[in-house]
């Protein structure tokens, strides 16, 4: 049986294909240690920034969609523009009276809910084509309310945004 070891020369070496010899690593400078670390710290930051701005872009696309869905409804459901002013309703508690402009399209599903309202202020439907279906602005003594969909929307993009 032939041995796995073969001597050559006076040197017991294994049988089969030569083997790469591994340089020994010289030990690093340390300023080269250094260097390594400064650019693993700039990738680092630059990893986070790269991160930050991809959650920043995908929250707006988020909003635009977002967006382009409620607008799209807003055009159908009229039901939108009565959840919007009751919202606003409540930060109007203890008013008599409030003017409420509305979209021409949707100033008798409003006439028809401030019809059954059984308390609250008593609410004057005024059709303003300059609001936008399914929103609307609410007018009483103290102030404003804005229940639109454009003001409802930059209210949503300032807080997913981070921006209030």
């Known amino acids: 049986m032939a041995s796995r070891w073969p001597e050559e020369g006076g040197v017991l070496r294994p049988a089969g294909p030569a083997q790469p010899q591994e340089e020994p690593v010289p030990a690093q400078p340390v300023h080269a240690a250094r260097a390594v670390a400064a650019v693993a710290r700039r990738l680092d ?12 872009a995908a929250a707006e696309l ?16 009229r039901g939108m523009v009565v959840r919007a002013i ?9 008013h008599v009276r409030c003017e409420v402009r509305v979209n021409p399209l949707d100033a008798e ?16 439907v ?6 936008e279906p399914g929103g609307a602005v609410i007018t009483a003594d103290a102030g404003e309310v804005d229940a ?6 930059e209210r949503l993009r300032r807080r997913v945004l981070g921006q209030e």
């Open 45 to 56: 930051e630059e990893i986070q920034k790269m991160t930050a701005e991809l959650a920043d």
């Open 126 to 131: 005024v059709e303003d084509e300059g609001v």
């Open 86 to 94: 009751e919202e606003a309703l409540e930060h109007l508690l203890g």
């Open 109 to 124: 599903a409003v006439r028809a809910f401030a019809r059954q309202l059984s308390r609250g202020p008593d609410l004057e």
């Open 62 to 77: 988020a909003m635009r969609a977002a967006e382009a869905i409620i607008r799209a409804r807003a055009q159908v459901d």
């Open 148 to 153: 639109s969909i454009s003001g409802q929307l």
